[in-house]
């Protein structure tokens, strides 16, 4: 998980709404729509998260809080239809006081985990995973579906990981780049179906691409045409800003909303 900024949080927090346009634009679904086909979730996901109480608690371990990141994941969670807060007290009061508070689940973050925990259920979800999920679904909505189509996945380190399982699943031909042998080797071992190649053979056989790398400035505008699309969950983006002009709502870019969205359904199906 990439460790964002009080800049990144209170960005996203500003331009919520504008994404979800952008998203509609280019997929057809809203930010629920979304999150329902990538936890493939039925019509009651939006029912379900209806009023449901979420709690957001704070985390001061490893580097501390980043200041609005709890009130930025209540937003989202509020803007799905949640009665989302954020408890007073961090920590394990925190916890207590979500529980004391009547919450069906949590949302916490430390510098190595974002989860999401169902307080009644015991069911636990990971960010990694999930924003992995959000982001295919939104490229396959926007591409009009995936089987049998090349995908270039940039980076197999946890979310491009999860990306290529749910590409696999989706049945598209996933390529993969990836300069750490280790990460290649662990995707490998994990049993992920991908063909490793160069940057430059994948961006010559896709159109279609997931940006889990946090490297900037790896694709420019060249490679854009009017069949290209870019899922990115990865921060900062691997397009440099001539590409992501030239792609518009194309550059699906956005760091939190799409994997709590998909977090929430989950957490509470």
Do not use: K
Request: with cysteine; charged share 20%; hydrophobic share 50%.
């Amino acid at each position: 998980m990439t460790r964002l900024t009080e800049h990144d949080v209170r960005r996203l927090s500003e331009r919520l709404g504008e994404f979800e346009q952008s998203l509609r634009r280019v997929t057809g679904c809203g930010l629920l729509q979304i999150a329902a086909q990538a936890a493939d979730a039925g019509p009651g996901a939006a029912t379900r998260l209806a009023g449901a109480g979420l709690a957001v608690v704070p985390i001061s371990a490893g580097q501390g809080f980043i200041p609005g990141f709890a009130e930025c994941v209540a937003a989202i969670l509020s803007h799905l239809g949640a009665d989302a807060f954020v408890t007073p007290e961090p920590d394990m009061r925190g916890l207590q006081a979500a529980a004391d508070g009547g919450a069906q689940a949590v949302f916490a973050a430390d510098d190595q985990r974002f989860i999401a925990l169902n307080l009644h259920s015991g069911a636990c979800v990971d960010d990694d995973p999930a924003t992995a999920a959000g982001f295919v679904a939104a490229l396959a909505a926007a591409a009009g579906g995936l089987a049998g189509r090349p995908v270039l996945v940039l980076g197999l380190g946890p979310v491009g990981r999860a990306a290529v399982a749910r590409l696999r699943h989706l049945d598209a031909d996933v390529l993969a780049v990836e300069r750490d042998q280790a990460r290649s080797d662990a995707a490998a071992a994990a049993g992920l179906d991908f063909r490793l190649v160069t940057l430059d053979e994948g961006l010559a056989s896709c159109r279609l691409v997931v940006d889990a790398t946090p490297s900037p400035d790896l694709v420019d505008a060249s490679w854009v045409t009017e069949q290209s699309v870019a899922a990115v969950p990865g921060l900062p983006s691997a397009f440099t800003a001539a590409a992501q002009a030239a792609l518009g709502d194309r550059h699906i870019h956005e760091p939190l909303a799409l994997g709590v969205a998909v977090m929430a359904v989950q957490v509470l199906a």
